[in-house]
């Protein structure tokens, strides 16, 4: 079948050959006589009309409908000549000797042609792959998929006399590299090479010159992700190959001899938009910035100066700027360029997000673009995308400004759709555009690049809707409290005052006073510095019940060169301190004083201060150093730090402090010294005490003097024998302890924001009488003391009496035990009267007797006192009430021990221990006996718990 097949394809070239050697002269190409020629495309006149109406690349209707149709015959470089990549064969006719020579392009087969030739098999010339399995390959590749036009072969030479005719006009091959397919045959000029209809991206390109000594043939391609590669010469590979990178566009130039006499055609076939006009000479064709691959090419040459193959409209689709909106309800749309609208209008939908790029025109460099979005203010600058996605935050305003070579060339200008205003006017360079502080989303967005200089595209009027300030401020147990002002001067307070309530965090912006912008930073309790923010953005913290401490604010750009920005701090306890300006710190640092209100305003460039004083308070230096027995003066400390010693027993017998700081101030101080009392005051480093003198040092006073009284306290605490550390004293107050005769070891001191918290506890800070600091019971029980107890006012007259407490300040459990028990001796004797309460010698009963005994311990039951068990019914018989009220801790009676009370019925004694109490008892008094004499035990607690 096959060979019938060539043998069809024979006669019918033959028969074709015959035609075009009867042809007239007349009709033949014009030699070098300078005879009219036709078109290098077309047999005749008539033809070469039809030729040049019927070549395809007019792209006006999206692509073309076929490679151009050779049926009629094509003046190519033999008359008898079929293009290889057909299948066909060629029939070894010459054409007549004297028709002269003329540079013709070969054109490719029609889609009829690529169909049927697909059938029949091709003679072999040396250019083309040969062999039986490469013949079957094709009949079914061309039989199974007429629409690949790139796996046509290209034409092969016939006759002698073809082949000289040939040799005068130079011949191109190209290949192409398929997604999917790999490296598809050569095919020769004007054909197809590549896909049509497959969406199948042309990733590599090879072109092939022959016939042009000296002479090249280059190709450029654009890849995608990649860019403008450099150019390669004839059998090089334009594009890449294995890396699935589609080329989007492409250059071809020749070189050489054969640039004076020929110019190189060529059309890119791109996704979606079809067949491209025809480029030549190393114009760009296809496509650049719209992602939009090459699938085919093709390739020609012409005489120099010839007509383009057909249309040359849309030979390269590329923009200067290009951008792309994602839209409330719809999402990203598709990329629009140079000005065209992006974005929505009549609809009622927020701009959500914008993406912006530089498109192939523009030329090198960069855009960038920054967007105020609700709810989080100005974005930072970002050469990709602005905006939210999937949070449903509109865009309000947009800021576009150009980087790099672009922005000596080109001024970036657009303009905003925002709901109720409309379209605003133009603004450009990073200026301002769409509104800010109106709640008014953005809706669409025109941009476009503009020469240097010539000004705005229409009207720049409204092109940025905003006040002149816009603030916020988050306040403690408040939450956040926002406003604005219009002033060409705002003036305006973050915050509150006489509340007590504390600035956490704040927003500022000032966007009506022109181009640049606003910074600030916030000093937060337990943080400190925070990074500075600008324009909207949130300095400081929410929820964390954190306050701010300080502030730094300053103007950028054209703000910070037409005005100052003027700022205090309200500091709770301390007021208003003064005003500082840009940048500068204005609230207080390492004090722990918290902010409640910024006052701000913004006045023209050198204006005077609103006010003066100082402005941020730093924490000052505290230095001190001690003079202890046996080490004498050591090592000055400061803020904090301990002088003198801890656990050595070593008495402190003077000290001295200075004040450093940038508030004018200083310290004054005094010592209390054993046998000597309290000294004068002295200052700034004078000695207080007396040093080696055998005095020890039993209490100490600090203050601060001048401005630095004003902003800060100074804080202070003493370690005393036996007891340790007593709590913090302040501004004065002793620390320490007098008429007790116990010695001061070691010192500390700090200084505080003035009303700010203590740096500890302050319990005990100073006494003149002992405190206790022995064994103590659970919180739930009375507590003993080494202090007498005090009954309350109302109790007047001889039912007061008191046993003073017996155990030391250190007490142990043992000793309270022994005093309750020893007292209880001392009461033996003593008659019983209902119900008496009173010294031993006097009168007791038995709850009266034990309520003596644990005063011996310091124990204070509160109501239960000698004067209510007198006058007070319910105070009669306190024995029952402590039992059905377990004043004290309840415990079984078989696990008693010495120092436990044991319950009778209306009876209560005081357990000795071997089986023995100690009671008093109507008629006996004050006795000891065994623990059943008074009847049936009921019950006994443990007033000293252990």
């Known amino acids: 079948m096959r060979g019938i097949k060539r043998l069809l394809v024979g006669v019918s070239a033959s028969v074709l050959a015959i035609a075009l050697v009867t042809m007239p002269f007349s009709l033949a190409f014009a030699g070098e006589d300078g005879a009219a020629s036709l078109h290098p495309l077309a ?289 990203w749309q598709g990329k629009v360029a140079d000005g065209a609208q992006a974005g929505t209008t009549g609809k009622n939908l927020n701009l959500e997000a914008l993406t912006i790029s530089l498109g192939g025109s523009a030329g090198s460099g960069a855009v960038q673009v920054r967007a105020h979005v609700q709810n989080i203010g100005w974005q930072g600058w970002t050469s990709g995308q602005a905006g939210t996605t999937g949070r449903n935050l509109p865009i309000e305003a947009l800021q576009i400004k150009l980087t790099g070579d672009v922005a000596n060339s080109y001024d970036v200008w657009y303009r905003v759709h925002s709901a109720d205003f409309g379209w605003g006017g133009w603004a450009s360079n990073g200026a301002s555009a769409g509104s800010q502080g109106y709640a008014k989303a953005a809706q669409a967005v025109e941009i476009q690049l503009v020469a240097k200089g010539k000004g705005a595209p229409g009207s720049t009027a409204n092109a940025f809707r905003c006040p002149t300030a816009i603030w916020s401020a988050h306040i403690s147990e408040i939450g956040w409290r926002s406003s604005k002002s219009s002033s060409s001067t705002p003036s305006f307070t973050l915050g509150t005052t006489g509340q007590a309530k504390s600035l956490e965090a704040f927003t500022l912006s000032l966007p009506g006073l022109g181009s640049g912008s606003v910074s600030y930073s916030a000093h937060v309790s337990n943080i400190g510095w925070q990074k500075a923010v600008s324009d909207g953005a949130t300095a400081g913290t929410t929820g964390r019940g954190l306050p701010i401490e300080a502030v730094k604010i300053s103007l950028n750009g054209s703000l910070g060169d037409t005005y100052d920005i003027w700022y205090r701090a309200h500091v709770r306890n301390i007021g208003w301190l003064g005003w500082t300006k840009n940048g500068e710190p204005a609230g207080s640092e390492g004090l722990a004083s918290p902010v409640e209100a910024i006052e701000v305003r913004v006045l023209k460039k050198g204006s005077a201060a609103p006010g003066a004083g100082t402005a941020f308070l730093a924490k000052p230096t505290i230095s001190y150093s001690a003079y202890s027995v046996g080490k004498g003066w050591g090592a000055a400390t400061s803020n904090g730090g301990t002088a003198g010693a801890t656990g050595q027993n070593r008495a402190v017998e003077a000290f001295k402090v200075s004040y450093g700081g940038a508030v004018s101030g200083g310290v004054s101080y005094k010592a209390h010294l054993a046998n000597v009392g309290w000294q004068g005051a002295v200052t700034n480093n004078a000695i207080a005490g007396a040093a080696g003198k055998g005095n020890d040092l039993q209490a100490i006073s600090i203050s601060l003097t001048g401005d630095a009284a004003k902003y800060f306290d100074v804080w202070y605490r003493v370690h005393v024998e036996n007891y340790g550390w007593l709590g913090w004293a302040k501004n004065g107050a002793y620390a320490g302890t007098t008429k007790l005769n116990l010695q001061v070891e070691a010192i500390q001191v700090t200084v505080t924001g003035k009303g700010s918290a203590a740096p500890g506890s302050t319990t005990r800070s100073y006494f003149d009488h002992y405190v206790y600091i022995g064994w103590q019971n659970p919180s739930q029980y009375p507590q003993v003391s080494c202090n007498t107890v005090k009954l309350p006012d109302y109790c007047k007259g001889e039912f007061t009496y008191v046993t003073p407490s017996r155990i030391p300040y250190n007490a142990t459990r043992e000793d309270c035990i022994n005093a309750f028990i020893q007292r209880a001796y001392e009461y033996l004797g003593t008659r019983y009267i209902e119900p008496y309460s009173t010294a031993p010698g006097g009168a007791v009963d038995c709850s009266g007797l034990v309520l003596q005994c644990l005063y011996a311990t310091g124990m204070d039951l509160g109501w239960y006192n000698p004067y209510n068990h007198r006058w007070l019914p319910e105070q009669t018989y306190n024995s029952t009430n402590w039992y059905r009220n377990n004043t004290f801790m309840p415990v079984s009676v078989s696990s008693i021990k010495r120092g436990d009370l044991i319950y009778y019925r209306g009876h209560v004694a005081i357990y000795i221990g071997n089986g023995q109490i100690i009671d008093s008892w109507p008629g006996r008094g004050v006795t000891i006996r065994g623990i059943n004499a008074p009847g049936t035990v009921i019950g006994a607690a443990r007033p000293f718990v252990g």
Do not use: C
Not at 172 to 181: D, G, I, K, L, T
Not at 202 to 224: F, K, N, P, T, W
């Open 43 to 331: 047999e005749s006149a008539e033809q070469a009309e039809k030729d040049v109406e019927e070549l395809p690349g007019d792209t006006s209707s999206g692509s073309p409908e076929s490679p151009i149709d050779d049926s009629e015959g094509l003046a190519s470089s033999s008359a008898d000549e079929v293009d290889t990549n057909t299948g066909s064969g060629s029939a070894d006719v010459s054409a007549p000797e004297e028709t002269p020579s003329s540079p013709e392009a070969p054109s490719g087969p029609s889609e009829d042609q690529n169909q049927d030739s697909a059938t029949a098999a091709p003679d072999a010339s040396p250019s083309e792959v040969t062999g039986e399995s490469k013949d079957e390959q094709r009949e079914v590749e061309g039989a199974a998929n007429p629409e690949i036009l790139s796996e046509q072969e290209p034409s092969a030479t016939g006759s002698d006399g073809d082949s000289a005719t040939k040799a005068s006009k130079p011949a191109v091959q190209v290949e192409a590299h398929v997604q999917n397919r790999g490296w598809l045959r050569p095919v020769g000029e004007q054909a197809v090479v590549g896909t049509v209809g497959q969406n199948l991206n042309l990733e590599g390109l090879r072109l092939h010159l022959s016939g042009a000594d000296g002479s090249d043939i280059q190709v450029m391609a654009h890849v995608r992700n990649i860019g403008w590669q450099d150019w390669v010469s004839s059998n090089g590979v334009a594009g890449t190959v294995g890396k699935n990178l589609p080329i989007e566009a492409i250059k071809i130039r020749l070189t050489g001899e054969l640039s004076n006499s020929y110019d190189v055609w060529y059309q890119v076939h791109s996704a979606d938009f079809g067949w491209s006009g025809w480029a030549k000479n190393g114009e760009s064709a296809g496509s650049q910035g719209y992602a939009k691959s090459a699938q085919a090419v093709r390739v020609v040459l012409l005489p120099k100066n010839s007509s383009a193959p057909g249309s040359t409209a849309n030979a390269f689709r590329t923009y200067a700027i290009g951008y792309s909106a994602h839209v409330q309800n719809i999402g």
